[in-house]
């Protein structure tokens, strides 16, 4: 799968030294979260951007729940 990330679809934090979280983007249905680093992004079912506000935080937080699960 392959989801181009654009100004349209994409929330990138320049500034990601708090949460870590270096863009969000709404593709295949879901929410895609990366984190900084080399790490691939994590497909979160049946939420966007709009959902959590284009929040890190709230991010963040989603991507520790699907970790735990």
Wanted: aromatic residues 12%; negative net charge; hydrophobic residues 35%.
């Amino acid at each position: 799968m392959k989801n181009d990330f654009t100004p349209e679809n994409t929330t990138w934090f320049d500034d990601s030294e708090t949460f870590n979280i270096y863009r969000i983007a709404d593709g295949f249905g879901g929410l895609l979260i990366q984190e900084t680093g080399y790490s691939y992004p994590i497909l979160i079912g049946d939420v966007s951007r709009t959902d959590i506000g284009n929040n890190e935080q709230k991010a963040l937080e989603l991507l520790r729940e699907t970790e735990m699960v």
